[in-house]
């Protein structure tokens, strides 16, 4: 990306400006970068957290394989999920705050006596597997924000400071070059009209 300038005064004063801007916000976007990085890993480690789990309480259930064969799954389904969103490193993250479920009525007298227990484990199920995928999405989230800022992070730091450094250095290269031309033609007419008194 090369920076458009003229060579004058006005222009080293405006690309002076971007670069202080640049250089106050680099420590902070390097602090948000990081922030996100540890909230990314944190966020992750947690879904990995919650699939174990779900993963665990499957394999308690596996070997009731036939029994399952007899509930009717259509007892229990998820009504609404309530979410609240939190800001982490400026970023609105989803946060689960409650599950409604709908239980359908059904006559315990005529169905077998752990269709209960069965539904207490199909709402943990489904609870952790909303709350599993709430997780991810807030990982997804956060890792995209992470790899912005350290786009912008190394935007800033490889590309933008140091070209405005370098338009800056070419300016006052001319500007002096100007200057010393001007002094050097000042003297020549000087010396020149000192010559001409002579005579």
Do not use: C
Request: glycine residues 4%; aromatic residues 8%.
């Amino acid at each position: 990306m090369s920076i458009k300038f003229q060579y004058n005064k006005t222009s080293l004063q405006t690309l002076d400006k971007q670069l202080k801007v640049r250089e106050r916000a680099l420590p902070t976007l390097k602090n948000k970068e990081s922030a996100l990085r540890s909230e990314v890993k944190r966020a992750k480690d947690r879904a990995a957290e919650m699939e174990q789990e779900l993963e665990k309480e499957l394999g308690r259930y596996e070997d009731m394989v036939r029994l399952w064969g007899e509930f009717d799954a259509s007892l229990v389904k998820v009504e609404d999920v309530d979410l609240s969103v939190k800001k982490i490193a400026g970023v609105l993250t989803p946060i689960l705050e409650d599950i409604h479920f709908n239980i359908a009525p059904y006559n315990p007298f005529t169905r077998p006596v752990w269709f209960a227990d069965g539904i207490a484990i199909l709402r943990n199920l489904a609870r952790l597997g909303i709350e599993r995928e709430v997780w991810l999405r807030k990982m997804e989230l956060l890792d995209h924000a992470r790899k912005k800022t350290t786009q912008k992070v190394n935007l800033y730091e490889k590309v933008q400071i140091p070209g405005f450094e370098d338009a800056m250095r070419k300016i006052k290269r001319f500007l002096e070059d100007e200057e010393n031309l001007s002094k050097s033609a000042q003297k020549i007419v000087k010396t020149r009209q000192e010559q001409e008194v002579e005579l």
